[in-house]
């Protein structure tokens, strides 16, 4: 059971990324999948999730410049980021973890990504 995330980069304050999550090894059209993040020197921040449905979830605290979507067809989920801003520099993970089920931290079930470093500069 694999995902992998790709896309960060370093990019200006007001600009967009895209980033990707790849699956292999479970079935991900069956797999809710959601969007963490963590910053340096700070704990793990969930960000928002997706069902198999295509419904998404939001973080109260982070509604608006967040969108996710996914291609079962590509066992790809992606997460695209707008009005970027220096504060959500930022390790990018992916995880088959349903908003059901956010926490603090990760746990021993999920399978997750080794993380995207996205790069905000002011």
């Known amino acids: 059971d694999q995902l992998v995330e790709s896309g960060g980069g370093l990019v200006q304050s007001g600009g967009s990324l895209r980033l990707s999550c790849t699956a292999s090894?479970?079935?991900?059209?069956?797999?809710?999948i959601s969007w963490a993040r963590q910053a340096p020197g700070k704990g793990l921040e969930w960000v928002i999730g997706i069902y198999t449905d295509g419904s998404v979830y939001y973080s109260d605290s982070l509604k608006g410049r967040f969108t996710a979507s996914r291609d079962n067809a590509k066992n790809t989920a992606y997460l695209q980021i707008d009005s970027l801003k220096p504060e959500d520099t930022a390790v990018y993970y992916c995880?088959?973890?349903?908003?059901?089920?956010w926490g603090d931290g990760w746990n021993a079930l999920d399978v997750r990504g080794q993380g995207t470093l996205v790069t905000v500069s002011s």
């Open positions: 090894g479970f079935p991900f059209s069956t797999s809710a």
């Open positions: 995880a088959n973890r349903p908003p059901t089920l």
